[in-house]
């Protein structure tokens, strides 16, 4: 019998040798894995200075490139030229429309900058229902416009993408749009005292809905995939109106609208908010038992809230409907932290409710009646348990969670049908008259 060593040397030698006619048959049949390009570049270390600084530049040479590649005004206003020069008749109103033929015409025309729109591929897509089977010129060239501006606009992102990893940190968005505020017209109004406050209320919007997992850091991919970019940069219109201005988060009435609820409710002067300072938010009826969730779950100092935090709490009441939101408030609402919502979590949430309606002289609400509203407005998957997800695609989170936590809203949905009747009434005098 062969010893055990005996037994491991000869397992060893067969191996290396089997090992080495099967690395040599792969040699002698394919050489092109011994030339695989180099694809993994480490990143250099903070001390190595010299190799940050070559990255930086090498990134901004590039950068450089990528924006020459770009159509620039000029470029933009000869190819709207030669597209109206080459358009098909007839037209279709007022609307100028071209075939694949003259499509193409121009395509060569138009320069080497240009080529990538030329393609049967995007012709195809801007076409429609036209008999003639041409594209309308204005939505062509609108295509070459809004990618020349992604392009431009990520160009520009990716200028304060200091780790050069394709996201942006808060601090990289907060330059950002502390040296896009001068470009914008509709802000000139600003004092340069309040700008600090005005970029801390821009970039939380980006952050609340963009960052749900609050890793402190957005894709450069999608900022550019959001509307959010579109709101801020739709304050370049100088004749922007009140009403689009309103709407507008990133406007200067709405950030001055925020702030300005902030200080009010911050009565004793210190810059933050107590628990029962913010109570006096919106209507005043939010429930004490999830205003002590708000300050168990989210950032406070000492036990009162900042501005930063506090536009979290802002963004999740103002935009209920959207995904982002209800995470939030679903997460102050799962008491249990189990991920999902039971009937315990219900009642104690709606306890709080019916003890308000008490205390206004309201008859309470049978807490039996509103957990089977609930269940069957939602419709979970499992007919005991509300998930998040179950929330979202009810598409009634936004009225599920004002039950639960402001009586006010409450109230608006126990009266839906009272309101209806008086709104129907209200348009019928408007008609009358």
Request: charged share 30%.
């Given at each position: 019998?062969?010893?055990?060593?005996?037994?491991?040397?000869?397992?060893?030698?067969?191996?290396?040798?089997?090992?080495?006619?099967?690395?040599g048959?792969?040699?002698?049949?394919?050489?092109?894995?011994?030339?695989?390009?180099?694809?993994?570049?480490?990143?250099?270390?903070e001390?190595?200075?010299?190799?940050?600084?070559?990255?930086?530049?090498?990134?901004?040479?590039?950068?450089?490139?990528?924006?020459?590649?770009?159509l620039?005004?000029?470029?933009?206003?000869?190819?709207?030229?030669?597209?109206?020069?080459?358009?098909?008749?007839?037209?279709?109103?007022?609307?100028?429309?071209?075939?694949?033929?003259?499509?193409?015409?121009?395509?060569e025309?138009?320069?080497?900058?240009?080529?990538?729109?030329?393609?049967?591929?995007?012709?195809?897509?801007?076409?429609?229902?036209?008999p003639?089977?041409?594209?309308?010129?204005?939505?062509?060239?609108?295509?070459?416009?809004?990618?020349?501006?992604?392009?431009?606009?990520?160009?520009?992102?990716?200028?304060?993408?200091?780790?050069?990893?394709?996201?942006?940190?808060e601090?990289?968005?907060?330059?950002y749009?502390?040296?896009?505020?001068?470009?914008?017209?509709?802000?000139?109004g600003l004092?340069?005292?309040?700008?600090?406050?005005?970029?801390?209320?821009?970039?939380?919007?980006?952050?609340?809905?963009?960052?749900?997992?609050?890793?402190?850091?957005?894709?450069?991919?999608?900022?550019?995939?959001?509307?959010?970019l579109?709101?801020?940069?739709?304050?370049?219109?100088?004749?922007?109106?009140?009403?689009?201005?309103?709407?507008n988060?990133?406007?200067?009435?709405?950030?001055l609208?925020?702030?300005?609820?902030?200080?009010?409710?911050?009565?004793?002067h210190?810059?933050?908010?107590?628990?029962?300072?913010?109570s006096?938010?919106?209507?005043?009826?939010l429930?004490?038992?999830?205003?002590?969730?708000?300050?168990?779950?989210?950032?406070?100092?000492?036990?009162?809230?900042?501005?930063k935090?506090?536009?979290?709490?802002?963004?999740a009441?103002?935009?209920?409907?959207?995904?982002?939101?209800?995470?939030y408030?679903?997460?102050?609402?799962?008491?249990?932290?189990?991920g999902?919502?039971n009937?315990?979590s219900?009642?104690?949430?709606?306890?709080?409710?019916?003890?308000?309606?008490k205390i206004?002289?309201?008859?309470?609400?049978?807490?039996?009646?509103?957990?089977?509203?609930?269940?069957?407005?939602?419709?979970?998957?499992?007919?005991?348990?509300?998930?998040?997800?179950?929330?979202?695609?009810?598409?009634?989170?936004d009225?599920?969670?004002?039950?639960?936590?402001?009586?006010?809203?409450?109230?608006?949905?126990?009266?839906?049908?009272?309101?209806?009747?008086?709104?129907?009434?209200?348009?019928?005098?408007?008609?009358?008259?």
């Amino acid at each position: 019998k062969k010893s055990e060593q005996e037994l491991k040397d000869e397992e060893m030698e067969l191996f290396t040798k089997y090992y080495m006619e099967w690395k040599g048959g792969r040699t002698s049949g394919n050489t092109s894995y011994t030339n695989i390009p180099r694809f993994y570049y480490r990143l250099p270390a903070e001390d190595e200075v010299l190799l940050q600084k070559l990255r930086e530049e090498s990134r901004a040479v590039f950068l450089q490139r990528k924006s020459r590649e770009l159509l620039d005004n000029e470029e933009l206003q000869n190819l709207w030229f030669l597209l109206d020069k080459h358009q098909t008749s007839p037209m279709i109103g007022e609307e100028a429309m071209i075939n694949y033929e003259n499509f193409l015409k121009v395509g060569e025309k138009a320069g080497p900058k240009c080529k990538q729109f030329f393609t049967a591929k995007i012709f195809a897509k801007l076409l429609h229902n036209d008999p003639y089977g041409r594209i309308s010129i204005m939505q062509f060239f609108n295509y070459v416009m809004r990618k020349v501006w992604l392009h431009q606009t990520r160009i520009g992102l990716s200028l304060y993408d200091v780790a050069g990893q394709g996201y942006l940190r808060e601090s990289d968005l907060e330059n950002y749009i502390l040296e896009l505020i001068p470009t914008l017209p509709q802000l000139d109004g600003l004092e340069k005292s309040f700008y600090s406050f005005y970029v801390c209320t821009a970039v939380r919007k980006f952050f609340f809905f963009l960052d749900p997992l609050r890793t402190g850091k957005i894709k450069i991919q999608d900022i550019l995939a959001c509307s959010f970019l579109d709101d801020l940069l739709e304050l370049r219109d100088e004749e922007l109106s009140k009403e689009s201005q309103e709407t507008n988060w990133f406007s200067a009435p709405s950030a001055l609208r925020v702030y300005g609820q902030y200080l009010n409710l911050d009565k004793d002067h210190n810059g933050m908010l107590s628990k029962e300072e913010l109570s006096r938010y919106g209507t005043g009826t939010l429930t004490n038992i999830f205003l002590d969730r708000v300050f168990q779950e989210c950032l406070t100092y000492d036990g009162e809230m900042d501005y930063k935090t506090y536009l979290d709490f802002v963004l999740a009441l103002e935009n209920r409907k959207e995904p982002a939101a209800l995470q939030y408030i679903f997460k102050l609402l799962d008491i249990e932290n189990k991920g999902y919502l039971n009937v315990f979590s219900l009642n104690y949430f709606f306890r709080a409710i019916q003890e308000q309606m008490k205390i206004h002289g309201q008859e309470p609400v049978s807490f039996q009646d509103v957990k089977d509203e609930i269940f069957d407005m939602v419709k979970p998957k499992d007919p005991y348990k509300i998930s998040l997800q179950d929330l979202i695609n009810s598409s009634q989170g936004d009225t599920v969670t004002s039950i639960l936590i402001d009586l006010n809203g409450f109230w608006t949905y126990e009266n839906r049908e009272v309101l209806v009747a008086s709104d129907n009434d209200s348009a019928a005098d408007v008609d009358e008259t």
